[in-house]
């Protein structure tokens, strides 16, 4: 099963992503893949309550920053997975090569190619994205060209994802799925 949860900041969609991981987990391995690489405290700060908030619950971390395929290798692909998250796995693969001061252009391509083929292969995935398209600010290339990658990796996963939903102030609002929904929560 492939479950996508995109919200905003706060909206509770990491708790979310992590009672519906477990309930599909069933007694396979449970997986909690961390995209972040910290850069500042508040970054720390951020991981360390995920993990505080995760404590207990049987997830195993692992993590992975970049190349998120490359996760296939390193688990047990009969388990449930939670990616959390899409937005800071692009980051790291937009910006993260240190060497070059841009962005790179396949950030995007290498997401979707590569989160897809994590999803095929595992048997459960719950995948996790920031909701940052509904404001009506103009910002500058850069972050606009993050957005727009952000937002086909969105779709991308979307198409493919069984269960589709987005969080609002705890409030979770069912796009796509909401039959397989109800019957496996």
């Known amino acids: ?22 309930a599909l987990c069933r007694d396979n391995p449970l997986y909690y893949i961390a995209t972040m690489i910290p850069s500042d405290n508040e970054d720390k700060e951020k991981i360390r309550l995920h993990l505080e908030d995760r404590d207990g619950m049987g997830f195993e971390t692992v993590e992975c920053g970049r190349n998120i395929s490359s996760v296939i290798d390193m688990s047990d692909i009969r388990g449930t997975f939670l990616l959390d998250s899409v ?10 090569n240190f060497e070059n001061t841009g962005a790179d252009a396949n950030a995007s391509d290498r997401c979707i190619k590569d989160v897809k083929e994590l999803a ?21 290339k850069s972050t606009e060209f993050f957005r727009k990658a952000l937002a086909a990796i969105g779709s991308s996963i979307a198409a493919y994802a069984d269960i589709v939903m987005e969080m609002n102030y705890g409030i979770p609002t069912i796009h796509k799925g909401k039959q397989i929904y109800e019957t496996v929560f």
């Open 1 to 22: 099963m492939i479950v996508f949860i995109c919200g905003g900041s706060k909206s509770g969609k990491s708790h979310l992503a992590q009672d519906m991981a477990k």
């Open 87 to 96: 937005t800071a796995l692009l980051a790291n693969e937009m910006y993260g």
């Open 120 to 140: 095929e292969t595992v048997e459960n995935i719950v995948i996790v994205s920031d909701y940052i398209f509904s404001d009506a600010e103009n910002y500058d």
